[in-house]
């Protein structure tokens, strides 16, 4: 394996490398195992999937949540506290009925503990836009991802420990920031620390065909251009509607230039963080392409370059734009 690849492959500089595929990973960072679950929160109801990942519970319970209100995830998280190891990392205070005492570490900075992850028994990761709210749940557009991985596993229990021990907007760079399950290409990032806003403009910049954007707060001029940029591909983007009207919104720098851009017209807020690339790459997870998203708040990045899993999440993307104005 030439020099460059294997560096590629391990170190994963996420400002990009070019060419980067399956081929390039290295037999010891591939792994088997069930194939990813997909969840989009109002039809799927993303609650009760949650809550059922909690309670299947052995031995763990890592949870890092920018919100959490929903009375069956506290009720579930409390339950599993008698047997399991429950830790819980939250950006506001616990509410009534909250796991207490050393299970819950609140963080308290201005910048946001923006995460909606768990880990479970070290094994199973949940992660996308949705937070453990009513509102989340039931009006307004989100999406989970639930994977059985070790090395994603890895990753998150990495970062996981980090916000426990108080390391906020810091830490070290992800372990695994690409390996092979079940012969999809996964990548991972932590923002700030992996360069989130370069990960992300690179994989745009590199589209061949389309980009289809569906996105609560997008203010990056980095990931605009990468999108004005690449003109030959079909560029399409529905924004949140409360959050496009900002002055600092990329939705009128666009829709400027001639992009196909269109505001949501749900009853709740559009508030998924969703990247759709040549029909075969999704990126999700907490990542706001904004300054404090890629620079501030503590973030998390999933890329899977796999096209079933892009055809859901496409499906989910045309449902809005048909919807929008």
Request: net charge negative.
């Amino acid at each position: 394996m030439r020099l460059s690849i294997f560096l590629c492959a391990l170190a994963a500089l996420l400002a990009g490398c070019a060419g980067y595929a399956v081929k390039d990973v290295p037999e010891v960072l591939r792994e088997q195992g069930p194939d990813p679950g997909v969840f989009f929160c109002k039809q799927d109801n993303c609650s009760w999937h949650l809550e059922e990942l909690i309670l299947s519970a052995q031995s763990s319970i890592h949870c890092a949540f920018y919100d959490l209100d929903l009375q069956n995830i506290i009720a579930a998280l409390g339950e599993q506290s008698r047997h399991a190891e429950v830790r819980v990392v939250l950006d506001d205070e616990p509410y009534e009925g909250m796991v207490s005492g050393d299970g819950v570490l609140v963080e308290d900075r201005s910048s946001r503990m923006h995460n909606k992850f768990c880990v479970v028994d070290g094994m199973y990761v949940w992660t996308g836009s949705f937070n453990p709210t009513t509102a989340d749940n039931d009006v307004n557009d989100n999406n989970a991802v639930l994977m059985s991985s070790y090395y994603l596993a890895k990753n998150y229990e990495q970062e996981f420990g980090e916000l426990w021990m108080g390391e906020f907007s810091a830490g070290s760079r992800v372990p695994y920031p690409s390996f092979v399950h079940n012969g999809m290409l996964v990548e991972n990032a932590f923002c700030p620390e992996d360069r989130c806003e370069e990960k992300v403009a690179s994989l745009l910049g590199n589209a061949s065909v389309s980009v289809y954007v569906m996105v609560f707060s997008f203010t990056s001029e980095k990931i605009a251009d990468a999108m004005l940029f690449r003109r030959d591909a079909e560029m399409r983007g529905v924004f949140d509607s409360s959050q496009a009207g900002s002055s600092y919104s990329q939705y009128k720098r666009l829709l400027g230039f001639g992009l196909p851009v269109r505001k949501d017209r749900g009853k709740g807020k559009l508030h998924h963080k969703v990247f759709i690339i040549d029909n075969e790459t999704v990126i999700t997870g907490s990542y706001n392409p904004t300054a404090s998203g890629s620079g501030e708040n503590d973030e998390n990045v999933l890329i899977l370059h796999n096209q079933g899993i892009a055809r859901r999440y496409a499906g989910e993307f045309f449902r809005l734009w048909e919807a929008a104005s």
